[in-house]
């Protein structure tokens, strides 16, 4: 197989091991896809990862490809696969233990690639798996969301956040949400009401909503709680040892990590095809220049207000 670019590295670290190198896409394995990338987008999971923080999950064999989240068109299969073939348009994102969708080329099991809506532009669908999966797990999968009930989202203009209020929109929800004070208009254009700053007291809203997402991962459990409906849910999308111990607990709280669900991925593709879920691309840069601009999100946090998406072409 032809010799490929990617974004790499040799050891856990800090963004200064990243290297763009020449590697060899391995071949589709049973249940697989080899997928030809045309844009993928930048995730904090990303740099977590890289960093070394989930190393139980990704082990240390090295050299590991970076980027999860990615469109692009079907190059081969493996055996088994049945749902997609070769030269489909598809998006989808790359196993937290494989990663490498910073790349000409990656490998995803089937389960987690669908269908591109054919209204979305490579940018616009390699913004929105890991995302959108993750919004739609939490509120629909883990919340049991409902038309007519109501969302708290904390952090309600991050990648997440916008997904969620967009997915319970489309639910016939009513959604409020927590945001820094500068972005306000950005939440009223959501749809989003009652919109708070992130040190709000929670008692002003007290028992006004059946789900309280919290996409940041620092809302307190009591503010949290005291957001709640009797019989409401809290879940949280940041999860750490404690929050394991929490959520095994009986009570409303329940941490989510997402997963690849080929019906969850679907529903999300669907919404997006429809327009009801859009999330913006806030830069796009050649992968030839990815490693400086992926530098600045990690420690800049810019750009603001959208994806950073890398393209192949």
């Not at 409401?232 to 997963?259: C, E, H, Q």
């Not at 690849?260 to 095809?273: F, N, R, S």
Request: aromatic share 6%; hydrophobic share 45%.
């Amino acid at each position: 197989m032809t010799t490929m670019k990617c974004i790499q590295y040799h050891r856990y670290g800090g963004p200064e091991v990243l290297r763009v190198e020449d590697f060899e896409p391995a071949r589709p394995g049973p249940g697989e896809v080899l997928v030809r990338v045309k844009a993928a987008a930048a995730n904090p999971m990303d740099w977590k990862i890289r960093n070394g923080e989930m190393k139980i999950m990704t082990g240390r064999k090295f050299p590991r490809g970076l980027g999860h989240d990615f469109a692009g068109v079907v190059a081969a299969v493996g055996t088994g696969v049945t749902r997609l073939g070769v030269g489909d348009e598809v998006f989808g994102g790359a196993s937290v233990k494989a990663a490498g969708a910073f790349a000409e080329m990656v490998v995803a099991e089937e389960k987690a690639v669908v269908t591109k809506p054919a209204n979305l532009s490579w940018e616009e669908a390699a913004a929105i798996p890991v995302v959108g999966l993750t919004a739609f797990q939490a509120l629909v999968s883990t919340g049991k969301l409902r038309a007519g009930q109501a969302v708290f989202v904390h952090g309600c203009l991050g990648g997440v956040g916008r997904a969620a209020a967009q997915i319970a929109v489309a639910h016939g929800a009513t959604v409020g949400g927590s945001c820094r004070v500068t972005a306000v208009h950005e939440a009223h254009d959501l749809g989003i009401a009652p919109i708070v700053e992130f040190d709000f007291d929670a008692r002003k809203l007290a028992g006004r909503f059946d789900v309280v997402l919290d996409t940041a991962g620092t809302l307190p459990v009591e503010a949290a709680r005291a957001l709640l409906k009797p019989g409401g849910r809290i879940i949280d999308i940041n999860p750490t040892p404690a929050k394991f111990v929490r959520s095994a607990l009986p009570g409303p709280y329940r941490v989510l990590m997402g997963k690849a669900v080929v019906e969850d991925l679907e529903a999300v593709a669907q919404a997006a095809g429809k327009g009801m879920l859009r999330l913006p691309v806030a830069r796009t840069v050649p992968l030839g220049k990815a490693i400086a601009a992926l530098t600045e999100l990690e420690r800049d946090r810019t750009p603001k207000g959208g994806k950073l998406v890398i393209t192949t072409e």
